[in-house]
C-alpha cells in the first residue's frame, strides 16, 4: 500500500532527483524518496543494533569481576602469543 504525501526539499535536492530521474536510474521522484527512505532505515536500525551491542557489552564487564591492567594486559600477551604460535610467527 503507497500512501501519497507531499515533501518540501531545497533547490539543490531537488535538481538532484530530477538528475537521476532524467538519467534513467530511477523511474520517478518518488522512486528517488522510497530509496532514500529505505536506506536511512537500513542506517538507523545498524546503529540501534550497534547501540543496543554496546550497551550489553558494557552491562556485562559493569556486572563481571573486575580485572586490573597488569591481568588484562597479562591476558592480552597471552592471546598474542598463542595467536602467532598457530600462525607459525
Known amino acids: 500500500m503507497s500512501v501519497k504525501a507531499s515533501v518540501s526539499m531545497s533547490e539543490q535536492q531537488d535538481a538532484f532527483v530530477r538528475s537521476l530521474v532524467e538519467q534513467g536510474r530511477f523511474a520517478s ?3 528517488v524518496v522510497q530509496r532514500g527512505l529505505d ?3 537500513r542506517q538507523t536500525e545498524r546503529e540501534e543494533a550497534e547501540l543496543a551491542a554496546l550497551r550489553a557489552f558494557f552491562e556485562k564487564r559493569r ?3 573486575f580485572e586490573n591492567a597488569e591481568t588484562a594486559g597479562a ?3 597471552e592471546m598474542i602469543e598463542k595467536k602467532r ?3 607459525g610467527l
Open 75 to 77: 591476558a592480552t600477551r
Open 63 to 65: 556486572d563481571g569481576a
Open 39 to 41: 536506506l536511512l532505515r
Open 29 to 31: 521522484a518518488s522512486a
Open 85 to 87: 604460535a598457530r600462525q
